[in-house]
């Protein structure tokens, strides 16, 4: 059978919902990590 339409939901609601830990909450998957070790050019030039 083929399909030709696909709908995908996805989202930080859709992971809270679900029971998954979400990146932003205070006990979210980020917390813990300095940001600008992670997401900054210097933070990708130390751990690309």
Avoid at 5 to 25: C, H, N, P, Q, Y
Avoid at 32 to 40: H, K, L
Avoid at 42 to 47: E, L
């Amino acid at each position: 059978m083929q399909k030709k339409k696909l709908v995908v939901l996805t989202g930080a609601g859709i992971s809270a919902e679900s029971g998954l830990r979400t990146f932003r909450d205070s006990d979210g998957l980020w917390e813990g990590y300095d940001v600008y070790e992670v997401a900054s050019p210097r933070g990708w030039a130390n751990n690309p």
